[in-house]
């Protein structure tokens, strides 16, 4: 738990822009003569991706995959080069989710950041300041990489919430969903059973004579029972229609409550099967029960739809505005940023 709270902390800002951003990335054609400054690894427009935040997130990835005990990627592997060029398209979807923000007038103040961390202390924490230093230590964050990397996690949900406020979901859409999709809302016929599973004929009719002869089912089902997930529990499971393979499924819905079957086959084996209560019959859930969740489901999806195209076009936006330092260019047909190569000092 820690150890991923090292990486929430340190990164969750960049991974939630990320997530927020999808696939993708900004670069083009900007102008060959711009200059990177040397303490930058791109520029986006005039603003500087800045080299130390870029050090910054190498040394908090080393620590994380120390903390889980893994070797960090050798410098001109494939996969460092993966974990390079992930760096570099998250720090500009920063830089350019910044920049949007101030377009549209949102801003994240000391105050809100401090509530977010707050959160997370008690969260992970329980308050205890002594043991969140010391986790942040471990993972080589300090209280300011924290704090901007929490100010970002904001600017990107007010991006989120003001592009998306005037989403909504009709009436229409959630009525036709329910009834496109009234299986979800249906609890299929089902009753408890019991059954006991071996894997040849003559052991299960051993085991149907014995409880002919008053054994105890349950207690047979966890001494015999190859399916030991529910023999533990004496055989039981619920028997749900459409769920079960057919010989067992028509045995187990056609037996009296109480009665116990005469062995019989599937492809797992032989099962003899105890019939614990009545069929309870199919249910489907009203609408007017699951409308509110339903009409939650789809406005979700629809903020998201409306997110996604938005950063699609802003990050088209930025296409022609990044120049890359030398040794920070992406790769030929990567997926990954392009744009003009700074040539240096």
């Given at each position: 738990?820690?150890?991923?709270?090292?990486?929430?902390?340190?990164?969750?800002?960049?991974?939630?822009?990320?997530?927020?951003?999808?696939?993708?990335?900004?670069?083009?054609?900007?102008?060959?003569?711009?200059?990177?400054?040397?303490?930058?690894?791109a520029l986006?427009?005039?603003t500087?991706?800045?080299?130390?935040?870029?050090?910054?997130?190498?040394?908090?990835?080393?620590?994380?995959?120390?903390?889980?005990?893994?070797?960090?990627?050798?410098?001109?592997?494939?996969?460092?080069?993966?974990?390079?060029?992930?760096?570099?398209?998250?720090?500009?979807?920063?830089?350019?989710?910044?920049?949007?923000?101030?377009?549209?007038?949102?801003?994240?103040?000391?105050?809100?950041?401090?509530?977010?961390?707050?959160?997370?202390?008690?969260?992970?924490?329980?308050g205890?300041?002594?043991?969140?230093?010391?986790?942040?230590?471990?993972?080589?964050?300090?209280?300011?990489?924290?704090?901007?990397?929490?100010?970002?996690?904001?600017?990107?949900?007010?991006?989120?919430?003001?592009?998306?406020?005037?989403?909504?979901?009709?009436?229409?859409?959630?009525?036709?969903?329910?009834?496109?999709?009234?299986?979800?809302?249906?609890?299929?016929?089902?009753?408890?059973?019991?059954?006991?599973?071996?894997?040849?004929?003559v052991?299960?009719?051993?085991?149907?004579?014995?409880?002919?002869?008053?054994?105890?089912?349950?207690?047979?089902?966890?001494k015999?029972?190859?399916?030991?997930?529910?023999?533990?529990?004496?055989?039981?499971?619920?028997?749900?229609?459409?769920?079960?393979?057919a010989?067992?499924?028509?045995?187990?819905?056609?037996?009296?409550?109480?009665?116990?079957?005469?062995?019989?086959?599937?492809?797992?084996?032989?099962?003899?099967?105890?019939?614990?209560?009545?069929?309870?019959?199919?249910?489907?859930?009203?609408?007017?029960?699951?409308?509110?969740?339903?009409?939650?489901?789809?406005?979700?999806?629809?903020?998201?739809?409306?997110?996604?195209?938005?950063?699609?076009?802003?990050?088209?936006?930025?296409?022609?505005?990044?120049?890359?330092?030398?040794?920070?260019?992406?790769?030929?047909?990567?997926?990954?940023?392009?744009?003009?190569?700074?040539?240096?000092?």
């Amino acid at each position: 738990m820690r150890s991923r709270l090292a990486a929430v902390l340190a990164l969750g800002a960049v991974v939630a822009l990320a997530a927020a951003c999808g696939g993708g990335g900004s670069g083009g054609d900007a102008k060959a003569q711009t200059e990177v400054p040397e303490n930058a690894i791109a520029l986006v427009g005039d603003t500087p991706v800045l080299r130390a935040d870029f050090d910054r997130f190498f040394s908090q990835a080393e620590a994380a995959y120390k903390a889980q005990e893994r070797e960090f990627p050798k410098v001109g592997t494939p996969e460092y080069e993966q974990l390079k060029g992930e760096a570099i398209d998250l720090l500009l979807k920063r830089v350019e989710f910044a920049q949007e923000a101030e377009l549209l007038g949102i801003t994240v103040t000391d105050e809100e950041v401090q509530k977010r961390l707050d959160e997370l202390k008690d969260q992970f924490f329980q308050g205890d300041e002594t043991a969140y230093q010391e986790e942040l230590k471990k993972a080589g964050v300090t209280e300011a990489d924290v704090r901007a990397n929490l100010e970002a996690d904001l600017v990107s949900q007010k991006i989120f919430d003001e592009v998306t406020k005037t989403v909504t979901v009709t009436d229409e859409a959630v009525q036709k969903y329910y009834d496109d999709n009234k299986g979800q809302f249906t609890t299929a016929e089902n009753r408890e059973v019991a059954h006991i599973l071996v894997e040849t004929k003559v052991k299960a009719d051993a085991i149907y004579q014995q409880l002919q002869d008053g054994a105890d089912f349950a207690k047979l089902a966890k001494k015999e029972s190859t399916d030991t997930a529910s023999g533990k529990d004496g055989g039981k499971l619920t028997a749900r229609k459409g769920e079960l393979v057919a010989p067992f499924e028509n045995v187990a819905f056609e037996l009296k409550t109480g009665e116990i079957s005469q062995p019989v086959e599937t492809q797992f084996g032989w099962h003899v099967i105890k019939a614990l209560s009545d069929t309870k019959p199919e249910v489907v859930t009203p609408f007017a029960d699951v409308k509110d969740s339903i009409r939650e489901q789809l406005l979700q999806e629809a903020k998201s739809k409306v997110m996604t195209d938005w950063v699609t076009q802003a990050r088209a936006k930025y296409a022609g505005q990044v120049v890359y330092a030398v040794g920070f260019e992406p790769p030929a047909g990567s997926t990954t940023p392009t744009g003009t190569t700074d040539t240096g000092p």
